[in-house]
């Protein structure tokens, strides 16, 4: 069948949040009640619920992941990963204590290169396990490769793009992305994945030499109010010239980072094709921005709600006598938790459902798509989830 | 045998969408149409699957893929061989919500409850000897710091000895590093800074701060906050992220303020029975809590984050175990004294210390 005509877009998202409102406020309960272990079937249901409201062509996706899988991957890595630097880090200690800090500082950095492999490691299993559980029209992806070797170019490559002031971030970024994308499938069909990374250093640059031009326009300021005599004019100068620092660092930064990040995905969408299919992402600079002031504006919304609320509570106040705060009692505690937890819990769910719908309202693909050659997959099913990029705390698309 | 009509159908092989009926038969039912797989399928082989908008939709156990939709509906007649929607997950589905999340609590509540009482009642019972073992270890020689100046570790030994005849015997020595501090380390390893001795103006404060390192030895405090922190680990590892780190390092902190105060009692009963005075001690936070009362209004937050009580509360502690009409000696005398100041400066083979991590 062929897809992608003027009027009707092959990727179309019709959830709607009041329908999403019951799955968040019943995951976020059962996860107060089972010390947050209920999280990974909360997500799971957060995933059927996005994936069943996400329609392709004539089918809505179908997400079979099961919290059980993640809940195994999660216990996973405690064993595989966590065990070993708890106990580690004795060996560390003894190290040191021993005075063999350079051995001491040896282990810490092959550590923080193991955190590296590893963090590359999760990036591509997660991404092959969420291939895997997304079915359409009974038909699921994956990859046939369990990505060891994606952690060693993960590695390699992330140290590398540092170079030269990091001015080779944008080819370690996409030379990563499409090493990734090029090894899933989905039926019988592999990705293909082939960006150019020349067009994205002109934002790069852009975002990179923003703050350098900040300070030395400051620095003129400063400079040109001092030659002009007084010591209020070389204060005004000063000010602005803080001013324009500070603007530069804390806004002007993030928006050129973002209007970067907004080419790259572009550009990475944009040259990734399935078979005949070829996809294409249509979000500009503007409409990422919009997205990210409504997810700040929601996590503000919420702490601000959960700040009114202990302050009524009066456990937001520090009482007078230090002592008393020298043993704050479990329920106190408790109570702080909560606070953070529930405003974290729920806003969480409603950013990442509007993450996935601005994904998917701004995914288009067209080309041609032949059912009867779509046959299954044949790669190798996971049997745990994400449980690293969890552990790690590394999310995203 | 019923026949239902209007399904769709996804065999799991290729992406094709069939027109099937269904006919039942005797356990389970066989799917009508061009290109299928008839079966016959068992009803208990059927998974509910998400809802399309066409109707509801069911799988097969074992084969990833296959999907039947009743577009037309479900008639009555087969409904009670369809297994129920999967919700919440199997167990809060079986039990229903409110009942799971009852028990849920009770489960978590005592499992809490075993994280943060089991160190208390376990750590006792683990045999000292593998914690010696492990602390000796780690400890070996510090790494040649140690002072070793003439007649300064018999002094230092003497001292222990007023203070505590406990069995086995703790291991303390003076390290050639700048902190005024002092650690218990894990079996029983004890290590005084060159800074503390440098700072002290009598034997019986060092008595006093000795007395607390012992205290955490005998009342097995490393252990135990080695327990605490594996079993906080696994019982915030639920909470992701940076929250359950947080709330981990504060719960610790307070447990550690807890053996902190006990070990200060134990310092208290050790001088008293030694007959040491307890003044010098005092004297000793009285100094430290001048400084912290230049921190001020900080001080009040501190409460919440350092592991050790405030000084002034220990100072007043330690002032109030004085017994009036006890005659009090010094721990060691003048001669003894001298050789343990100057244990480290008397020393001239141990390098000093005051590196990145001391």
Redesign the interface.
């Known amino acids: 069948m062929g897809i992608g005509t003027q009027d009707e877009t092959a990727f179309s998202f019709d959830g709607d949040w009041q329908e999403l409102a019951p799955i968040l406020f019943?995951n976020l309960?059962?996860?107060i009640?089972?010390?947050?272990?209920?999280?990974f079937?909360g997500i799971?249901?957060e995933r059927?619920y996005l994936?069943?409201k996400t329609r392709f062509i004539d089918?809505?996706l179908?997400?079979?992941g099961t919290?059980k899988e993640l809940f195994l991957g999660?216990l996973l890595v405690?064993a595989i990963l966590?065990v070993p630097l708890?106990l580690l880090q004795?060996v560390a200690?003894?190290l040191?204590?021993?005075?063999?800090?350079a051995f001491?500082g040896m282990l810490f950095l092959s550590l923080y290169l193991v955190f590296f492999y590893v963090a590359g490691l999760a990036i591509f299993r997660g991404l092959r396990y969420r291939l895997s559980r997304t079915?359409?029209?009974?038909?699921?992806g994956g990859s046939d490769d369990p990505g060891f070797g994606y952690g060693w170019s993960y590695t390699w490559k992330t140290i590398v793009g540092s170079f030269v002031l990091g001015l080779l971030i944008p080819w370690s970024m996409t030379s990563l992305w499409s090493e990734r994308w090029n090894r899933m499938s989905f039926?019988p069909h592999n990705f293909e994945s082939s960006p150019e990374w020349g067009g994205l250093m002109r934002r790069f640059l852009l975002c990179y030499l923003a703050p350098v031009v900040a300070l030395i326009v400051a620095i003129a300021i400063v400079v040109a109010g001092a030659a002009s005599g007084g010591s209020s004019g070389g204060m005004a100068g000063g000010a602005l010239a803080v001013v324009l620092v500070l603007g530069s660092i804390y806004i002007v930064l993030p928006i050129m980072a973002l209007a970067y990040y907004v080419a790259f995905f572009r550009e990475m969408i944009g040259t990734l094709s399935l078979s005949t299919l070829n996809f294409h992402f249509s979000a500009r600079t503007k409409d990422w921005l919009v997205l990210m002031l409504g997810n700040i504006g929601l996590y503000v919304l919420v702490f601000a709600l959960a700040l009114a609320v202990a302050s009524m509570l009066g456990v937001a106040t520090?009482p007078?006598d230090?002592?008393a705060?020298?043993?704050?009692p479990?329920a106190t505690?408790a109570i702080i938790?909560l606070i953070?937890?529930i405003p974290?819990g729920l806003v969480g769910g409603f950013v990442r459902y509007r993450n996935w719908h601005f994904f998917i309202r701004h995914l288009e693909a067209g080309g041609e798509?032949d059912?009867?050659?779509?046959?299954?997959s044949s790669t190798p099913?996971p049997r745990q989830g994400e449980g690293l990029l969890?552990?790690l705390?590394m999310g995203g698309f | 045998m019923i026949d239902v009509s209007g399904l769709w159908h996804y065999d799991g092989r290729t992406a094709i969408r069939h027109k099937v009926d269904l006919r039942t038969g005797d356990d389970g039912f066989s799917l009508i149409g061009d290109n299928v797989d008839m079966g016959p399928y068992r009803w208990s082989d059927l998974v509910r699957r998400d809802n399309s908008p066409d109707g509801p939709v069911y799988g097969l156990k074992e084969r990833a893929g296959w999907r039947i939709c009743f577009a037309s509906g479900v008639p009555d007649a087969i409904r009670d061989q369809l297994p129920g929607p999967a919700r919440y997950g199997r167990w809060v589905d079986q039990l229903g919500f409110w009942r799971a999340s009852v028990m849920f609590l009770a489960v978590s509540a005592v499992f809490a409850l075993a994280v943060f009482k089991a160190p208390d009642w376990l750590a006792p019972n683990i045999p000292f000897a593998w914690e010696k073992q492990m602390g000796d270890a780690m400890v070996g020689d510090f790494g040649g710091r140690f002072c070793n100046g003439p007649g300064g570790q018999a002094a230092l030994d003497a001292l222990v000895r007023k203070i505590d005849r406990g069995k086995p015997a703790v291991r303390v020595h003076v390290a050639n590093i700048g902190m005024v501090n002092a650690v218990a380390l894990p079996g029983g390893n004890i290590v005084l800074f060159r800074g503390l001795l440098q700072e002290a103006k009598s034997p019986d404060e060092i008595a006093g701060v000795l007395g607390h390192e012992i205290g955490h030895v005998r009342k097995r405090h490393v252990v135990q906050a080695l327990m605490r922190q594996a079993g906080l680990s696994v019982l915030l590892g639920g909470f992701g992220g940076n929250g359950g780190g947080y709330l981990n390092a504060m719960l610790a902190a307070s447990y550690s303020r807890e053996a902190e105060s006990a070990a200060d009692d134990y310092a208290i009963r050790q001088l008293k029975s030694a007959r040491i005075s307890p003044d010098d001690t005092a004297a000793f936070f009285a100094r430290m809590s001048a400084q912290e009362a230049k921190l001020g209004e900080a001080a009040a937050a501190l409460g919440y984050v350092s592991s050790h009580p405030l000084s002034q509360s220990r100072e007043r502690a330690f002032r109030q175990s004085k017994q009036a009409g006890t005659a009090y000696a010094p721990v060691i005398d003048a001669n003894q004294w001298a050789a343990l100041s100057d244990i480290c400066h008397n020393d001239p083979k141990v390098p000093a210390d005051d590196s990145l991590f001391f």
């Not at chain 1, 009640?33 to 999280?39: A, K, Q």
């Not at chain 1, 079915?135 to 699921?140: D, L, S, T």
Request: aromatic share 14%; glycine share 8%; no cysteine.
């Open positions: 019943t309960m059962l996860s009640v089972t010390l947050g272990f209920y999280r079937w799971t249901r059927r994936w069943s089918d809505r179908e997400w079979t919290g999660f405690i966590f708890f004795f200690q003894a040191i204590l021993r005075g063999h800090t001491a079915h359409w029209h009974g038909i699921r039926g520090l007078k230090p002592q705060l020298a043993h704050p479990i505690l938790g953070v937890a974290l798509i059912l009867a050659s779509l046959t299954q099913e969890d552990a705390d």
